[in-house]
Nanobody, 126 residues
Framework: QVQLVESGGGLVQAGGSLRLSCAAS????????MGWFRQAPGKEREFVAG????????SYSDSVKGRFTISRDNARNTVYLQMNSLKPEDTAIYYC???????????????????WGQGTQVTVSS
């Protein structure tokens, strides 16, 4: 069955960096676009970044553009989120997700993703 397992979250001071990983299994990883989302307490889950199956194209929310970088290693069935210059407002549970369908454009809507990991907590202190 499809499994997505995130890791790499933790507590970091403002201005610091973290690298999240998402290990995928149970499906053909290198034909599916992937995304990272986050959910802060009391807020809705929101799109953070997405990457095409080939890694040739990426998309970011305005709030993280220029600070976060999404990448993937299809040989390792893993997608990454490098987070730099972290701010307290980045505090949230971060989820990776598999986009529905094959290839196509990077989607930003939650409804366009069909499998989700359990999430990893990122806490940024001021």
């Amino acid at each position: 069955q499809v499994q997505l397992v995130e890791s790499g979250g933790g507590l970091v001071q403002a201005g610091g960096s973290l690298r999240l990983s998402c290990a995928a299994s149970g499906y053909t990883f290198n034909v599916c676009n992937m995304g990272w989302f986050r959910q802060a307490p009391g807020k809705e889950r929101e799109f953070v970044a997405g990457i095409k199956w080939s890694g040739s194209s990426t998309s970011y929310s305005d709030s993280v553009k220029g600070r976060f970088t999404i990448s993937r290693d299809n040989a390792r069935n893993t997608v990454y989120l490098q987070m730099n210059s972290l701010k307290p407002e980045d505090t949230a549970i971060y989820y990776c997700a598999r986009s529905k369908g094959l290839s196509g454009a990077i989607r930003t809507s939650i409804s366009e993703y069909d499998y989700w990991g359990q999430g990893t907590q990122v806490t940024v202190s001021s």
